[in-house]
Every structure is written in C-alpha cells, then in structure tokens.
C-alpha cells in the first residue's frame, strides 16, 4: 500500500491549526473548503492542539469565528489531555498551576484540586504536582513559586513542549518548552510533557472514537510535534510547508513524514482524487 492509499484509507484526520490551516487570523486558501468536504467525503476530524492558553470551548468560537465548521467532539487540547492524565495518574494530588486563566477553568471541569487562583497566588507550600502551559499571562510569581514547589519534591508536568508559538510577519511568542527550560535551570527538574509528540494524545482519541490508530492521520507544520506524534502513534502523517518546517528541515530529518505538501489545499485535492 502506497502512502497515498495509507492516506486515502484514514478515517479521522487530527489538524494542528496555528501553521497549518491558519496563522493568526488569516486563514489559508484552501483550509475551510477542506474542513467542509471531509464529512462528504466520509471522514471524520478533530481540531488537535498543543497549545493550553486557550480552553477547548475557546477553540469552538475562535474557529467559528474564522469560518471554520467546529463542535464540542471537533477540539481537543494539550490542558483537556493534561486534566485527563492528571486523574488518571494523580488522583486526588494538589496541583500549582502556571498557566492562563482559561487552563485554570479546564484543569478545574476535569475536578483537579488546584491550590492556586487564577492568577497563581498561593498561601500553600507544599504541593505534588507542578503544571506549567504555555502561558500568556505569566508574571514572576508564578515562576517563583513553580521552582520553589520542585525544589521540595513537586512532580513537574507540562502541557506541551513546543519552543515557540508561530505569529504573523515571522514572529514567535516563547510557548511552554521555553518557559520549562527556565524552570528546569532552576530547579534542576524536568519535565513531562504531555502533548504532542507524546502518543497519548493519538491513543486517547482512537480509545473515546473506536478508530484505530493506523486509520488516523495526523497533519500539521512541525516535525518534532505533529509528525512525531503520528510516528510514535503509528499512524499516517503529513507535514505541510505553511509553518514552521522548510524542505531542508525535512531533507535533513532522521525520520519522514509520509507526505510532504506545500499546504491543506494540496491535502484536499489528493482526498478527491
């Protein structure tokens, strides 16, 4: 079976966004056409994002609003995959959040005892689990009681480990990787990261959809995120040249994407045929 076929043959297709069907708020020729069509052409599509900043409820309207087709079922996030790894593996834990607002509230729909407000303040001292997101909204406090918490023994998990996040005119915001590069020099602790690459991201999905793994494509513009995620998962990949990946990042790379295309709209043409 060929590439194309592998592709041809998935049943749910997981887009990063930022970089793959939009860049700040201009949308890429050809991405909402895409989005339209799948569901006529028998698949089946989920939003996938490693980004924390914003709440899965957040994604629903900013995708709205840029004229994308988008449920509740059409999003998941690194923090909804973080609330559901902490349950699982953290029940009941005390957790300092250094994260946005909008992270705050989804920790807290998943019932994680966060021992922080909002805004990070804190009379504890003494916590299990450290989180970091990529956070907009960071102030010093937060870092400083972070360090201070995996000093004294805090696991440390965090939501992504993206360096950047992409902005219009080629510039970057530091994104979670970055701020836990900070931390870990700190403290001397490193963290887990649970979304993308992490595989947890893909199994999660085939588990709550029933698609297996093999049947599901992952696309987007970054080799270390997007695409490893799908390898590490077994499933199809394909890297888009819109973001952050050029073609001699690809020619240099140990391991390959299954396909590499300039953008979505070549994507969606090869599912018509």
């Avoid at 021992?115 to 997101?133: L, R, S």
């Amino acid at each position: 079976m060929t590439n194309i076929d592998k592709l041809r043959n998935c049943e749910l297709f997981l887009f990063d966004m930022d970089g793959t069907l939009y860049l700040g708020d201009d949308v890429y020729e050809g991405a909402i056409a895409l989005m339209e069509d799948l569901p006529r052409l028998g698949k089946k599509y989920i939003y996938l994002t490693n980004n924390s900043s914003r709440a899965g409820v957040d994604y629903i309207t900013r995708l709205r609003r840029l004229g994308f087709p988008c449920e509740a079922e059409n999003v998941f996030t690194s923090g909804m995959a973080t609330g559901l790894y902490l349950n699982q593996h953290f029940p009941g834990a005390k957790v300092y959040l250094a994260g946005t607002k909008a992270f705050y509230r989804e920790l807290k729909s998943y019932g994680i005892d966060l021992v922080n407000d909002e805004q990070g303040h804190t009379d504890v001292f003494d916590v299990d689990v450290v989180v970091q997101g990529f956070d907009t909204e960071l102030v010093y406090e937060k870092l400083d009681k972070a360090v201070h918490f995996l000093r004294r023994g805090a696991k440390f998990i965090a939501a992504n480990p993206d360096w950047v996040c992409p902005m219009p005119a080629g510039e970057v915001l530091p994104d979670c990787g970055s701020i836990c590069a900070l931390l870990t020099a700190s403290s001397g602790v490193k963290p887990e990261f649970i979304g993308k690459p992490n595989r947890n991201m893909i199994d999660v999905i085939a588990a709550s959809t029933g698609i297996p793994n093999e049947k599901i494509c992952a696309v987007g513009d970054r080799l270390y995120t997007d695409i490893a995620v799908a390898q590490n998962a077994g499933s199809v990949s394909v890297l888009v040249l819109s973001g952050e990946t050029n073609q001699m990042m690809v020619d240099e790379a140990a391991r390959k994407p299954d396909l590499v295309l300039p953008s979505v709209k070549e994507l969606h043409e090869l599912l018509r045929g």
